[in-house]
Nanobody, 122 residues
Framework: QVQLVESGGGLVQAGDSLRLSCAASRRASMGWFRQAPGKDREFVAALRWSAETYYSDSVLGRFTISRDRANNTVVYLEMNGLKPEDTAVYYC???????????????????WGQGTQVTVSS
């Protein structure tokens, strides 16, 4: 069982930066997803327990996923150059096993946080 708690969402202007945090109850691979109104939940980024990272094409070069160096159960999503189309509820998620190979589909994840709203105004 993994409990996940997100924080750090808010209202920002286009071009601004924001950092989301996800505190897990134990060390795990982690993914970030987002869901905009009327749209499916989509993959944003993932961090494997071995430190490999994965990004969607829409955020590559703007977002960075990382693990806290002092507390390896906390994962961040640093979001730079935010655009109005980044507006969504952002969720962190963890798979049930460290052996999960493909971290992009939401079906790879068993545990989900409650979500945090990110709104980017133009």
């Amino acid at each position: 069982q993994v409990q996940l708690v997100e924080s750090g969402g808010g209202l920002v202007q286009a071009g601004d930066s924001l950092r989301l945090s996800c505190a897990a109850s134990r060390r795990a691979s982690m993914g970030w997803f987002r869901q905009a109104p009327g749209k499916d939940r989509e993959f944003v980024a993932a961090l494997r327990w071995s430190a490999e990272t994965y990004y969607s094409d829409s955020v590559l070069g703007r977002f960075t996923i990382s693990r806290d160096r002092a507390n390896n159960t906390v994962v961040y999503l640093e979001m730079n150059g935010l655009k109005p189309e980044d507006t969504a509820v952002y969720y962190c998620a963890a798979p049930s096993t460290l052996l999960t190979t493909n971290l992009r589909p939401n079906t790879a994840y068993t545990y989900w946080g409650q979500g945090t709203q990110v709104t980017v105004s133009s």
